[in-house]
Nanobody, 114 residues
Framework: VQLQASGGGLVQPGGSLRLSCAASGMLIRLNTMAWYRQTPEKQRELVAS???????NYTDSVKGRFTISKDNVKNTVYLQMNSLKPEDTAVYYC?????????WGQGTLVTVSS
């Protein structure tokens, strides 16, 4: 299983970015997929998740601003991030569990700064 995250970059406060996580070796339509983020000051935290049935969950700080979605044909999960704030600056990782093992993408850096 491999997860390839992309889409990070530098954006001004109030701006938007869309992260992508392309999966191989497993089918995202059968598994829960999640986005996490981490900064040097904080532990890695769950940002959003989406189940095989497309039920979604968000941490309180991103509700109403971030949207997790998936394309089962492309086997890719997305995180649309709007109204970005400086405190959203972090390395973002995608994650899944498959056959009792955790798999993480390599991380993509999001920097929100003017």
């Amino acid at each position: 299983v491999q997860l390839q995250a992309s889409g990070g970059g530098l954006v001004q406060p109030g701006g938007s970015l869309r992260l992508s996580c392309a999966a191989s070796g497993m089918l995202i339509r059968l598994n829960t997929m999640a986005w996490y983020r981490q900064t040097p000051e904080k532990q890695r935290e769950l940002v959003a998740s989406i189940t095989s049935g497309r039920n979604t969950n968000y941490t309180d700080s991103v509700k109403g601003r971030f949207t997790i979605s998936k394309d089962n044909v492309k086997n890719t999960v997305y995180l649309q991030m709007n109204s970005l704030k400086p405190e959203d600056t972090a390395v973002y990782y995608c994650r899944t569990s498959y056959r009792l093992r955790d798999y993480w993408g390599q991380g993509t850096l999001v920097t929100v700064s003017s």
